[in-house]
C-alpha cells in the first residue's frame, strides 16, 4: 500500500515562498506519476501540477505557471512543490497524488479520477 505524507504548509504574507514536500513510502516512487493538487475552502479540488515518472514532463495550471516549481527526488522518495511570489487566492489545502499509470488522453494527468493515492494534505494560509 502507497501512502503519502505532506509537509511545508504554513501562514505566508503575500510574495513569500513556500516548498511543500511529499513523501511517499510503499511501492515504486520511481515509476509513479506524481501530482500536486489544491482545494480551497467551499470550491472545487483542482489541479496545480504534474511531474512524469522520470521527470521529464512537467505541466501546470494556468493559475500558478511562472510562480510553481514541480520536482522530484526519486532516490528520497520526495515530490516537491515550490511556491513563490504567493497570492491570498493561492489560500488552500495542497494534496499530494501518485498515478501508477499515464492515461489517456494526453491531458489525463487534470483528471483526479486518474491517481490512485492521495495523501492528507497540507495547508497554505496566504494573508496580509
Known amino acids: 500500500q502507497v501512502q503519502l505524507v505532506e509537509s511545508g504548509g504554513g501562514l505566508v504574507r503575500p510574495g513569500d515562498s513556500l516548498r511543500l514536500s511529499c513523501v511517499a513510502s510503499?511501492?515504486?516512487?520511481?515509476?509513479?506519476?506524481m501530482a500536486w493538487f489544491r482545494q480551497a475552502q467551499g470550491k472545487e479540488r483542482e489541479f496545480v501540477a504534474h511531474i512524469y515518472w522520470n521527470g521529464v514532463k512537467k505541466y501546470y495550471s494556468d493559475s500558478v505557471k511562472g510562480r510553481a516549481t514541480i520536482s522530484r527526488d526519486n532516490a528520497a522518495n520526495t515530490v516537491y512543490l515550490q511556491m513563490d511570489s504567493l497570492k491570498p487566492e493561492d489560500t488552500a489545502v495542497y494534496y499530494c497524488?501518485?498515478?501508477?499509470?499515464?492515461?489517456?488522453?494526453?491531458?489525463?494527468?487534470?483528471?483526479?479520477?486518474?491517481?490512485?493515492?492521495w495523501g492528507q494534505g497540507t495547508a497554505i494560509n496566504v494573508s496580509a
Open positions: 497524488a501518485a498515478a501508477l499509470f499515464a492515461g489517456v488522453p494526453d491531458t489525463w494527468y487534470l483528471d483526479q479520477k486518474e491517481y490512485d493515492y
Open positions: 510503499g511501492g515504486t516512487f520511481s515509476g509513479f506519476f
